[in-house]
């Protein structure tokens, strides 16, 4: 069935450098992957999403590109900060029912 | 603008007891979902209604789990009787579907449920 695989599963870097997240998905009607931000105990937060017909987006320290015919997005973030502390995770339409199928997320530790 | 309301927060009972929680979602979204978060993992999907309908509620363990969205509006989700297994946080979220495209879903806090 749809499935999203995402990696590392765990991803340290010294603050102020850049961090990337990859997520593949398997269903070539996914149309639209959010990526969300979760602190330690909070809600899920979107913190951006790319649907398929755009091949990155960035919003000021955040970007998402999208590979559809590797079947593969990621995140980048740039200049990390303490912040950015959390764990995040992709998802992604399973075809048109709208249901996101979700990766098991990355926790992001920052390292000052 | 108000956020998803989701209550209680924290629910902690005895294996077997019913246990029920209650979502607002943010005013004008048609579309709601309900999914339970298990530790160090991610969302998965319980239910979702567009306005008062059910439109997928395939992960739903019918044995012991009902949802209900009587008037297209706030939403209760409810386990009858609780196992050890439920154990989890239960999120809900709203998304106001326009276009025929997948939309934002916006969370509520969610419902640690403990059961001993």
């Known amino acids: 069935g749809e499935n999203v695989e995402q990696h590392p599963s765990t991803l340290s870097v010294q603050e102020g450098d850049s961090a990337v997240i990859k997520c593949t998905y398997s269903d070539s009607a996914s149309n639209y992957f959010p990526w969300y931000k979760q602190e330690l105990g909070k809600r899920p937060q979107l913190i951006i999403d790319?649907?398929?017909n755009v091949g990155e987006k960035k919003d000021q320290r955040i970007a998402v590109t999208l590979n559809k015919t590797a079947k593969h997005f990621s995140l980048h973030i740039t200049e990390t900060q303490p912040e950015d502390s959390a764990v995040y995770f992709c998802a992604a339409t399973r075809g048109s029912n709208y249901q996101l199928i979700w990766g098991a997320g990355t926790k992001l530790i920052i390292k000052p | 603008e108000a956020g998803v309301v989701q209550s209680p927060r924290y629910k902690i009972i005895e294996k077997k007891q019913p246990v029920a929680f209650w979502c607002n979602p943010i005013?004008?979204?048609?579309?709601l979902y309900w999914y339970r978060q298990n530790l160090g993992q991610g969302p998965e999907l319980l239910i979702r209604y567009e306005n008062e309908e059910a439109v997928d509620d395939s992960q739903l363990p019918k044995d012991r789990f009902s949802a209900e969205r009587l008037k297209g509006v706030d939403s209760t989700l409810k386990i009858q009787p609780a196992e050890l297994g439920d154990s989890a946080v239960y999120l809900c979220a709203s998304s106001s579907r326009s276009g025929g495209s997948a939309d934002t879903q916006y969370f509520g806090p969610g419902t640690r449920l403990t059961v001993l």
């Open positions: 790319i649907r398929s």
């Open positions: 005013s004008g979204h048609n579309t």
